[in-house]
């Protein structure tokens, strides 16, 4: 994939998940709850992303085995 491409999708994925959460906490009718949720999400989807490009990543470094 592109860098754009790969940015596009990202950005799609990042903001269907915390609408989807929302729209659904929000007919519990407690706006505390939709907030506390939302912002559990937002953590929880940066950590997973996050760790997601760490573990796609190439190594940076040769080891003794590649030379």
Do not use: Q
């Amino acid at each position: 994939m592109t860098e754009l491409t790969s940015r596009i999708v990202g950005l799609s994925d990042g903001l269907t998940v915390p609408f989807a959460l929302t729209a659904g906490l929000s007919g519990l009718g407690s706006s505390r709850l939709v907030v506390t949720g939302g912002l559990a999400e937002l953590c929880a989807g940066a950590i997973s992303m996050g760790l997601g490009g760490y573990c796609m990543s190439p190594p940076n470094s040769v080891s003794e085995t590649d030379k």
